[in-house]
């Protein structure tokens, strides 16, 4: 089996040896609507550390990316100011820096957030509203510096955009609105290898719509005009609703689940599996890999 291929970062080219990048989630949030990655008292000097500490655990794990959020947007959820956005990220961007050369990927809406956490190191801007919210300005500023961005299908804010899930055909709903917004991030000067696409597992969509989409993983890169191709698919699953629903299983439980289902999209062609559980992921490629190569 190939490699996924590789990241364009402002700061050079990086290679994996994996089917896929593996991608550790750090929610520098109290309310991820998983436990175990909550940092709670988030903003307090024992929070930044844990946040820090968890992060270069899952490096020592196997993670390639770590993506830092400090604004949870799992549905239902409120938007958090800006300020207390910058009070939570600052320092544990910084202490991983310091720490470890691992890529660091912000999760984040807002153009001034991502301006400060990549002055002290972010490498890659994880944008749900796919450079909408920030508009030109985060476009134009993740052009000059050269830092690849993460455009992502959603419908509605996370507060409600569960209330409509209903789509006549969802794959060529997100492929149209990811065209757009790569049409966009392109003319903003944004080059075609360093956009991601990622089509929001869960973000406004309900069981089928989701399994529709994993099948699809391969399709969203279809159709791009010349010149405006990316060549990397994300694919978030890990321990979701989706996951829960197709094996009746809490979130607690859904390690199994959210590991079939990130192997069956990398083998529908997903390039980075965004996950909780970097160990497992790792030797579940590491599987594929071994069998791939001997078939």
């Not at 807002?110 to 301006?115: D, G, N, S």
């Not at 804010?157 to 049409?183: F, G, K, W």
């Amino acid at each position: 089996m190939n490699t996924a291929p590789d990241l364009h970062l402002a700061r050079g080219i990086r290679s994996t040896t994996h089917a896929a990048w593996i991608m550790g989630i750090v929610n520098v949030t109290d309310n991820s609507f998983y436990e175990a990655s909550r940092i709670t008292q988030t903003g307090s000097t024992e929070s930044q550390q844990q946040a820090i500490d968890y992060a270069l655990k899952l490096v020592s794990e196997g993670a390639e990316i770590i993506d830092l959020g400090a604004e949870s947007t799992r549905p239902g959820s409120d938007y958090v100011p800006e300020e207390e956005e910058l009070r939570r990220l600052l320092p544990v961007v910084r202490g991983i820096r310091e720490k470890s050369d691992v890529i660091i990927s912000i999760d984040t809406r807002k153009t001034h957030v991502f301006e400060q956490c990549a002055a002290l190191g972010a490498d890659i801007l994880n944008d749900v509203s796919a450079l909408e919210d920030g508009g030109d300005a985060l476009a134009r500023f993740c052009a000059d510096a050269g830092v690849p961005v993460i455009l992502m299908h959603k419908r509605g804010i996370p507060r409600e955009m569960q209330q409509n899930t209903m789509y006549t055909d969802v794959v060529a709903v997100v492929q149209e609105y990811l065209h757009q917004r790569v049409s966009y991030a392109v003319s903003a000067g944004i080059a075609p290898e360093k956009i991601i696409l990622d089509a929001g597992i869960g973000f406004g969509k309900g069981l089928e719509e989701n399994v529709a989409l994993m099948n699809a993983s391969s399709r969203i890169l279809e159709s791009f005009p010349s010149g405006q191709r990316p060549n990397q698919v994300l694919m978030g699953l890990s321990r979701k609703t989706c996951i829960g629903a197709m094996t009746g299983r809490p979130v607690e439980q859904r390690l199994a689940g959210t590991l079939a289902a990130d192997l069956l999209c990398v083998q529908r062609g997903a390039t980075i599996l965004r996950v909780h559980d970097v160990a497992e992921t790792r030797d579940t490629l590491s599987v594929l890999e071994f069998m791939s190569e001997r078939n």
